[in-house]
T-cell receptor, first 111, second 115 residues
Framework: AAGVIQSPRHLIKEKRETATLKCYPI?????VYWYQQGPGQDPQFLIS???????DKGSIPDRFSAQQFSDYHSELNMSSLELGDSALYFC??????????FGPGTRLTVT | DQQVKQNSPSLSVQEGRISILNCDYT??????FLWYKKYPAEGPTFLIS?????DKNEDGRFTVFLNKSAKHLSLHIVPSQPGDSAVYFC??????????????FGKGTLLTVNP
């Protein structure tokens, strides 16, 4: 069965650079969620989209922005990167409802 | 403020025995609970869930129990298998209208099943 695809899987950036993470949801899933998992931490909700509109927002820095496109894929844009942004970034997709299916994650390292 | 708590960072059990993973929550608005399993270098994999209107849900070797009055849930795996060794995350959601089903996670419990 098709799963959530995230790209890239690994990304290394320097401080103050920008990064773009991409997420392709499971076909026919119209809701996308982004989570950030720091080292030894639990995943923290960042932002979600339903039918291309932002539906909820969590602890997402103002330096980050995201959108969902007409084909339902989503991109998380991160600017002025800081060392503390180093983390695993997960995308999850669902139909409206509680059960979310996660991608493999993008490991971002900021040096 | 950790709204979902998994107080045991790790658990070790023998193959064939029962594994019991515990989770407590503080937010009484949570109305749906999920367990995810995570292997290193992979995303969390959905395992089993339970609505707050139920107290038990079973799927094969996995059973989740919910005690609303105690704000406690547990995941039972029986019999445990070495392939079950992974980090298990408890997650909770409070529907807040529209399509808002964001998950709040616990910090996870590393389960090791020894052959």
């Amino acid at each position: 069965a098709a799963g959530v695809i995230q790209s890239p899987r690994h990304l290394i950036k320097e401080k103050r650079e920008t990064a773009t993470l991409k997420c392709y949801p499971i076909p026919r899933h119209d809701t996308v969620y982004w989570y950030q998992q720091g080292p030894g931490q639990d995943p923290q909700f960042l932002i979600s989209f339903y039918e291309k509109m932002q539906s909820d927002k969590g602890s997402i820095p103002d330096r980050f922005s995201a959108q969902q496109f007409s084909d339902y894929h989503s991109e998380l844009n991160m600017s002025s990167l800081e060392l503390g942004d180093s983390a695993l970034y997960f995308c999850a997709s669902s139909t409206p409802g509680y059960e979310q299916y996660f991608g493999p994650g993008t490991r971002l390292t900021v040096t | 403020d950790q709204q979902v708590k998994q107080n045991s960072p790790s658990l070790s059990v023998q193959e064939g025995r029962i594994s019991i993973l515990n989770c407590d929550y503080t937010n009484s608005m949570f109305d749906y609970f999920l367990w995810y399993k995570k292997y290193p270098a992979e995303g969390p994999t959905f395992l089993i869930s339970i609505s707050s209107i139920k107290d038990k849900n079973e799927d094969g070797r996995f059973t989740v129990f919910l005690n609303k009055s105690a704000k406690h849930l547990s995941l039972h795996i029986v019999p445990s298998q070495p392939g079950d060794s992974a980090v298990y995350f408890c997650a909770a959601s409070a529907y807040s209208g529209g399509s808002n089903y964001k998950l709040t996670f616990g910090k996870g419990t590393l389960l090791t099943v020894n052959p």
